[in-house]
Structures are given as C-alpha cells and as structure tokens.
C-alpha cells in the first residue's frame, strides 16, 4: 500500500471515530456540565486516533466486519486520551502542551482535568459493554476483549508505567527498566488494541498470536520513535516543546543508548512487527503500511 492510500485510509477512519465519539459524547447544558466541556476539549484536540484505528484494521485483517466495532474502537480512545490528561497533570508530568494547545489542567483547572479524566476512563467502559455492541458480538468475544483492554489500562500495563516513568526521572536507569516502562506505559494498549480488534473479529489462536507480536513490537517502536522525535522534532509538528524529556531528566531510548542506536532498535522492531504479519496476507496490508508509517511520522 503507497503512503497516499494509507493517509487516504487513515483520514476516513478517523472521521468515522469522530463521528461515533461525537454521538456518544455531545455537550449538554447542566450544573455539572463543565466537566463534559473538558472531556471533549481533550477527545477532539486531533489525536491520530492511532489505537482504535489499530484495532479496527486488525479486525478487518482478521476477517471481521470492523464497521459493527467502531463504538468498541472509540472506547480505547477514550481509555487513551484519559491517561493523557492524567499525564499531563502538575503531579504527573507537569504539561502545559498538548497537541499544540493548552492541557486540559491548564485550559480548565486541576480539578476539572482529574474529572474529565474520571469521566473518560468510564466513558471507555461504557463504549465497550454498550448494547450495540452485545447485539452484535458474542459474549464471550467481547468480554474477553474487555478484561485484556482493562490489563493494559491498568496495574498490567499503563498504571504501573507511568508509576516507574515517574520514579526514573532525574537519575540514570538500566535498558531493562527502560523496556518495563515502555512496554508498559505505551506498547501495553497499543499491543491490546491490535489483538482485541482480532478477538471480537472471531480470530483464531494462530493470528492473535501473530496480531500479538505485531501489536507488541509496533508499540514499543512508537515510543522509540516518540523519543527520538523529542530531541529532533519539530516543535510546530510536535505540538509541544522539544526536549521536555531531558529538560525534566526522563528515561529515554536516545538518552541511554544515543540516536543511532535508538534508530536501530525502532527500524528491529518494526521489522518484527512485519514478520508476525506474514501468515496474514492482503488483509493484513493497512497494518503493515502502518508499521512503516510510525518508523517515519513527524509527530
């Protein structure tokens, strides 16, 4: 697939996302109001609505009808943009750009962005176990799905990433450590995403093995990449300032290994990521020329 089909792709996609994440998320006039104004500054500051659209492309590689998932793709993005509000906050990471504009703490209040971030985290359990869903899914498919996202999410995965992503600023770290946070903090939804989109497609053990790996190795060569990007990005692309992470003395690929290295260990990934595809075939083309779209994006 050339860059242009992908880009073509990605662009109706994520105006599919919009569409059903508009539906499930309008605003409303009430006293309580303010915090769905939060949630839906973040939700629609232009995220790449990489996770979902990972997930509905594994379904379709999987030989799925990945139009009837879209409600369960739109919760991983919900899942997403809450920990980035979570991120973000003055005792997390101490953000004041997010996608180039204001974080939700900074738009808002502290307040309002720990909410907002309540809010979408259930929201994203809400899209998971939403009817539509359970009238088109078997149960036992999508309560597998749910209980592998909630993992990745939680203590297995994101929570404890970012716990050892905190606890590493400001002092030198081992590779290994490094790899924990990054397979957890990022490559663990990432990885979720992928394999849940081929469970609710019916896949077969044998391709969510392969989709697994894919998924593993694609996340972790993302965050690479997004390491790489804060010390040779772009700060307009970017969307936030360049060397915030060794401004703040955050555990990096380049800051341990040097960018050459940090280089090399995406270009591996990716290539693993292409090989678990191989058993595929045609379906699985989208996801391959994803892999090597993340190996050169600008943000």
Known sequence: ???????????????????????LLPERKEPGAR???????????GGKRLRPILFLLAAEAAGGPAEDLLTFACGLECLHTYSLIHDDL????????????????RAFDEATAILAGDGLQALAFECFTHPDLRARVPAERLVAAIHLVARAAGIHGMV?????????????????ELQYIHRHKTAALIEASVVSGGLLAGAEESVLASLQTYGASL???????????????NEEELGKPVGSDERRGKATYPALVGLSAAREKARDLVERALSALSPLGPPAEPLRALALFVLTRKN
């Open 1 to 23: 697939m050339e860059e242009r089909e992908l880009k073509e792709l990605l662009g109706r996609l994520r105006k599919k996302i919009d569409r059903r994440l508009e539906e």
């Open 35 to 45: 915090v769905i104004s939060a949630m839906r500054y973040s939700l629609f500051a």
């Open 90 to 105: 003055p005792a997390m990471d101490d953000d004041d750009l997010r996608r180039g504009r204001p974080t939700c703490h």
């Open 160 to 176: 404890v990433g970012q716990m050892a992503d905190l606890l590493a600023e400001g002092r030198r770290i081992s590779l290994e």
């Open 219 to 233: 996340g972790l060569a993302f965050q690479i990449v997004d390491d790489l990007l804060d010390v040779t990005g």
